[in-house]
């Protein structure tokens, strides 16, 4: 996916948090969204640059199985390539090579 989508509580926003853009941020509770069950809410840890620390509840818009199942394999593609007998991610991310047909002179 590369994005985890979270949003804020009902009434929350930046500035309930006093957030500018500047901060850090790790997520807890991902344990059981690892583990392919979906998961409501997690904690959001802000660190700001001069060190102090916001934490606060926010909603994980991973709402169904599927999403989770996407979320941890890295994607859509990774996770069709993870369950599809047929296909790896090297098969499907290999770069194309242009076919190239000799043409005699006259021809």
């Given at each position: 996916m590369?994005?985890?989508?979270?949003?804020?509580?009902?009434g929350?926003?930046?500035?309930?948090?006093?957030?500018?853009?500047t901060?850090?941020?790790?997520?807890?509770?991902?344990?059981?969204?690892?583990?392919?069950e979906?998961?409501?809410?997690?904690?959001?840890?802000?660190?700001?640059?001069?060190?102090?620390?916001?934490?606060?509840a926010?909603?994980?818009?991973?709402?169904?199985?599927?999403?989770?199942?996407?979320?941890?394999?890295?994607?859509?593609l990774?996770?069709?390539?993870?369950?599809?007998?047929?296909?790896?991610a090297?098969?499907?991310?290999?770069?194309?090579?242009p076919?190239?047909r000799a043409?005699?002179?006259?021809?």
């Amino acid at each position: 996916m590369g994005v985890l989508p979270l949003q804020f509580q009902s009434g929350d926003s930046a500035a309930t948090y006093d957030l500018d853009g500047t901060e850090t941020f790790a997520i807890e509770g991902l344990d059981a969204l690892n583990r392919g069950e979906t998961v409501p809410t997690v904690t959001l840890r802000a660190t700001r640059t001069n060190g102090e620390v916001t934490t606060f509840a926010v909603r994980l818009r991973i709402d169904t199985p599927t999403e989770a199942e996407y979320f941890r394999h890295g994607g859509v593609l990774n996770s069709y390539c993870a369950t599809s007998p047929r296909v790896s991610a090297s098969s499907v991310l290999r770069p194309l090579r242009p076919r190239v047909r000799a043409v005699k002179e006259g021809d």
